[in-house]
Structures are given as C-alpha cells and as structure tokens.
C-alpha cells in the first residue's frame, strides 16, 4: 500500500451536479496531483497541487478545480457535471523538494465516478 | 490529451515465459516509470529509471531508460499468474508544471496457467 488514501471509493451523479472527491497524501509529501482516467486509457493529469497552489495544469476545462491544506490533503472539484466525465480519478502524492524538483509519484486507489 | 505510444496493447502468453514490452514518445523526458494497475485499484509503480542508458531490475523486472530519452521497455522473466494487470509507462520532466506524468495507454497481460 502507497498511503495514500481517497474518499469515496464510488459516486453516482446525474448530469449538471457538482462533485467533490478528497485525497490524503502520504505522509511525508507535500505534493498532490490528479489525474483522470478513462475506461481503457491511461491516467490524464489535470493538475497538481503544491504548497497549496495549483502547480501546473494539464487539458481540462476550469469547471475542474482544487484545493490544497496545510496538512497537504487535497480536493478535486467538478462543476456542471458533462457523461464524459465519468471515470476513475486518481490522485498520486509525491514530495517537491527545495530545487523544485518533483519526485516519484505514488497513487491511491482512485474514486470511480458515474455521471448518468 | 498527450500520450504515450505503448505496445503491444495486449499479451495472452503461458506461465514461465518471458514478456517484453515497450514505449515511445516523440518527447524527451527525464524520467521514465513503470507502473502496474490491477481492477479497481490505483497504478502500482514497479520501476523509476533516471538517466538515459540506466537498466534497472526489480526482483524479475528489468526495464531500461533509452540512450535518446524517448523511449523504455519492460521486461518480466519467467511470468507467474499473479503477473495479470494492465501495465503503464509514463514520462515525466522534473519541476514545476512539467511534473506531472504522461502514461501509456497500457498493455493488458494475461496469464495462462
């Protein structure tokens, strides 16, 4: 096991809700990234959180957004929830060090979204 | 969004024998990682690779960072059953907004006992 924990482990919502899923990095890190994954693709990075800012985003629309608190656990928010994005969204903690240099990311179990 | 090209997609092979598989980016990346993913469960990674030419192995797993940091393999020697999952590459640069990971779309291994 990484550690790292994620709430909950399944949702079902209908089209226009809004979700929030948590993540609790594993101790030690100061770093939280997510990441979407589609059924039979890989992980998707959305973004990353680092000392309680977004740290770098990948291709999703803002009605994607997060938070980092200080014990460095971290929340995924969607907006206006769209079919597409149903998915597993995983979250992975890793510790940035002071050179910024991000190290090896190590993932929950992931909370498998429905959206009907 | 970005990929990863990883083959084969998938492999039925019989217990004892050896797979290979690999992944290539049309980027350079800095670090390349190895993950394994079970049903339902989040990516487990297996191997981190952090300099070109570097040829690492863990326990029957060896994987290698390629000379031209575009691309990695994997190998695992004499397969067992539990070796089952769907196994991810993934390229990273380090710091910043460049941290995060780029995955494969993985190759799904089966095998027969």
């Known amino acids: 096991e990484t550690g790292v924990t994620q709430s909950p482990t399944h949702l079902i919502k209908t089209r226009g809700q809004q979700v929030t899923l948590r993540c609790s990095s594993q101790?030690?890190?100061?770093?939280v990234s997510w990441y979407q994954q589609a059924l039979g693709q890989g992980p998707q990075f959305i973004f990353q959180?680092?000392?309680?800012?977004?740290?770098g985003r990948g291709n999703f629309p803002p009605r994607f957004s997060g938070l980092q608190f200080p014990n460095y656990s971290s929340e995924l928010n969607v907006n206006a929830l769209e079919l597409d994005d149903s998915a597993l969204y995983l979250c992975?903690?890793?510790?940035?060090?002071?050179?910024?240099?991000?190290?090896?990311?190590?993932f929950g179990p992931g909370t498998r979204l429905l959206v009907l | 969004g970005q990929q990863l090209n990883q083959s084969p997609q998938s492999m039925f092979i019989q217990e004892g024998e050896d797979v290979s598989m690999n992944c290539t980016s049309s980027?350079?990346?800095?670090?390349w990682l190895w993950y394994k993913q079970d049903p339902g469960e989040g990516p487990v990674l297996l191997i981190a690779?952090?300099?070109?030419?570097e040829l690492t192995s863990n326990g029957r797993l060896t994987a290698q960072f390629g000379i031209t940091r575009k691309d990695s393999f994997l190998n695992i020697s004499a397969s067992i059953p539990s070796d089952v999952g769907i196994y991810f590459c993934?390229?990273?640069?380090?710091?910043?907004?460049?941290?995060?990971?780029?995955f494969g779309k993985g190759t799904k291994l089966s095998v027969k006992p």
């Open positions: 993934a390229g990273q640069l380090n710091g910043g907004s460049q941290g995060n990971l780029i």
């Open positions: 959180y680092y000392r309680e800012e977004e740290n």
């Open positions: 980027s350079i990346f800095n670090t």
């Open positions: 992975a903690s890793s510790q940035t060090g002071s050179s910024g240099r991000a190290e090896t990311q190590y």
């Open positions: 101790s030690g890190h100061n770093t």
């Open positions: 690779l952090y300099k070109a030419g």
